[in-house]
């Protein structure tokens, strides 16, 4: 049976192809926020060691809070993962029959936290490949420029470049076989930009080749709290490869094939 509470209209599918990025509202309702800002104290107060304490590590002020496969041991995330529209809203944006979780996380900016994040795309940090990849930002407060809103660079995604991974912490090295994404603060005015005010609830969707960045949290009191989750869609594979994102230990399953797995599952199709 469907989650949805609605179709996802054509309008919106088309502008997820084109642009990259498509911003949905309205549809998690706050009782599924309430829940997610509960298991978000839960890993701030209890973090995994897929958490990573990102403005801390850069000696900054601030908390810049991140942590990868929550789900894997919270059981209000593992029920948002598999019981939530996230799966059907994203197999609906890239036409896909069949959906896998490739991972959740955490990107929390707390007030005071000047650390942006980076122009970057998230294809190469990971060990898959294909089209139909993409990301759920889910934001558990209130989102603007002031908190730190992610920007986009619309068509980005088909650029038909990838780019160095660029780290958001100095602490990975990953190597130089690509080329840096170019210097966009320099020549903002050159790209078409785009940002979205969120509320609690309200979603976008990014494509993985899409280009974006975000500033820091300069608000005085309003906590920026994004649970993000990836979905890989029909065509993609394994793709194992030197300078990956650090992840829990790889599945065993044949490179180049469907990434089917306990670490990510298939929750449609
Ligand atoms: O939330 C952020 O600061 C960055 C978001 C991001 O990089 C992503 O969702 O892939």
């Known amino acids: 049976m469907s989650k949805l509470i609605r179709k996802i ?14 911003c949905l509202r309205g549809l998690f309702n706050m009782d599924q926020v ?3 800002r509960e298991a978000a104290d839960q890993s701030m107060t209890r973090p995994s060691d897929m958490a990573i304490e990102l403005a801390e590590q850069l000696e900054a002020k601030g908390r810049f ?7 894997l041991g919270n059981d209000i995330c593992k029920d948002f993962v598999f019981s939530s529209a996230a799966a059907e809203i994203t197999a609906a944006l890239m036409g896909s029959d069949k959906i896998n979780i490739f991972f959740d996380q955490w990107l929390i900016k707390e007030p005071g936290t000047a650390t942006p994040t980076p ?3 998230d294809m190469p940090y990971w060990p898959i490949k294909g089209w139909q990849i993409s990301t759920l930002w ?22 038909g470049q990838t780019y160095k991974p660029a780290t958001f912490d100095g602490s990975h090295d990953y190597g130089d076989a690509l080329p840096e994404v170019p210097d966009i603060e320099a020549e903002r005015d050159k790209y078409d930009i785009v940002s979205f005010e969120l509320e609690p609830g309200d979603c976008t969707v ?22 993000v989750t990836r979905w890989a869609g029909d065509d993609v594979i394994y793709d194992l490869r030197e300078g990956i994102q650090e992840m829990p ?9 469907p990434i089917d797995s306990d670490l990510w599952p298939r929750v449609l199709g």
């Open 206 to 227: 990014h494509q993985g080749l899409l280009v974006h960045a975000a500033g820091g949290n300069s608000s005085a009191s309003t906590r920026r709290r994004a649970y």
């Open 138 to 159: 889910l934001a558990l407060d209130p989102v603007s420029e002031a908190n730190g809103a992610v920007e986009y660079i619309k068509g980005s995604h088909k650029w």
């Open 9 to 22: 209209t054509e309008e919106e599918i088309e502008t997820y192809e084109r642009d990259g990025i498509v």
């Open 119 to 121: 122009w970057h795309h």
């Open 34 to 36: 309430e829940r997610l």
């Open 65 to 71: 809070f991140h942590e990868t496969f929550v789900w």
């Open 249 to 257: 230990p790889l599945p065993d399953i044949a490179n180049g094939g």
